[in-house]
């Protein structure tokens, strides 16, 4: 299990639609506020990708989208903090 939540944290692509979804959320969290929107992203990517990798997987799909969505969580919380320490140094 520990292997699966390392690939995962490590994807490159799953690193990359994390970091999409919070600068998409940033820009519209005006009219859509911030949490849901980050929520629910990372429930889809944490459903989207074992469902389109199914084929090159030995691992159940719950499992995976399980530990994807704690994978997901980790990554959006590094960025957060980041975005948070980016925001308090510009002021």
């Known amino acids: 299990m520990v292997e699966i939540v390392t690939a995962q944290l490590t994807d490159p692509f799953?690193?990359?639609l994390i970091f999409f979804?919070?600068?998409?959320a940033?820009?519209?969290?005006?009219?859509?506020?911030?949490?849901?929107?980050?929520v629910m992203g990372v429930f889809f990517i944490a459903i989207?990708?074992?469902?389109t990798?199914?084929?090159?997987?030995?691992?159940?799909?719950?499992t995976a989208i399980g530990l994807g969505v704690v994978s997901n969580a980790?990554?959006?919380a590094i960025f957060l903090g980041g975005w948070t320490v980016w925001e308090k140094a510009r002021r």
């Open 74 to 76: 980790v990554i959006l």
């Open 53 to 62: 990798t199914a084929a090159a997987s030995t691992v159940p799909h719950l």
């Open 26 to 38: 940033l820009r519209t969290r005006a009219n859509m506020g911030l949490m849901m929107p980050l």
């Open 48 to 51: 989207l990708i074992p469902l």
């Open 21 to 24: 979804l919070l600068l998409t």
């Open 14 to 16: 799953r690193i990359g």
